[in-house]
């Protein structure tokens, strides 16, 4: 099973990126995008628990993050808008199988990981 991330970049605040993520080998019922900022540990940004019909995201993101999947493709993004500063980091796409609501924000829920892809939001 590989889960492959991409889609990162540089960005000015203010601007837009979408971030993807295929698994391969496997089909999940629920992926999630971590991240961590530099010098910081890894966070939660959002997730999507049985095939896309419970989105939960972090405060931080709320309202400018939108997380999306293609079930039949295995595939999950992360549609993100209005960046900031603050959202500089690494971002992990994770995935994994019958995660609750109370454990979407523990890396621990999910068994695999992606590789990471930097994002980087310039002032």
């Known amino acids: 099973v590989q889960l492959q991330a991409s889609g990162g970049g540089l960005v000015q605040a203010g601007g837009s990126l979408t971030l993807s993520c295929e698994a391969s080998?496997?089909?999940?019922?629920?992926y999630a995008w971590f991240r961590q900022p530099p010098g910081k540990e890894r966070e939660f940004v959002s997730a999507?628990?049985?095939?896309?019909?419970?989105?939960t995201y972090a405060d931080s993101v709320k309202g400018r993050f939108t997380i999306s999947r293609d079930n039949l493709q295995n595939k999950v993004y992360l549609q993100m808008n209005s960046l900031k500063p603050e959202d500089t980091a690494v971002y992990y796409c994770?995935?994994?199988?019958?995660?609750?609501?109370?454990?979407?924000?523990?890396?621990?829920?999910?068994?695999?990981w992606g590789q990471g892809t930097e994002v980087t939001v310039s002032s």
């Open positions: 994770a995935a994994g199988n019958g995660v609750i609501l109370s454990s979407v924000t523990f890396p621990s829920s999910y068994n695999y």
């Open positions: 080998g496997r089909t999940f019922s629920s």
């Open positions: 999507s628990r049985y095939r896309g019909a419970y989105p």
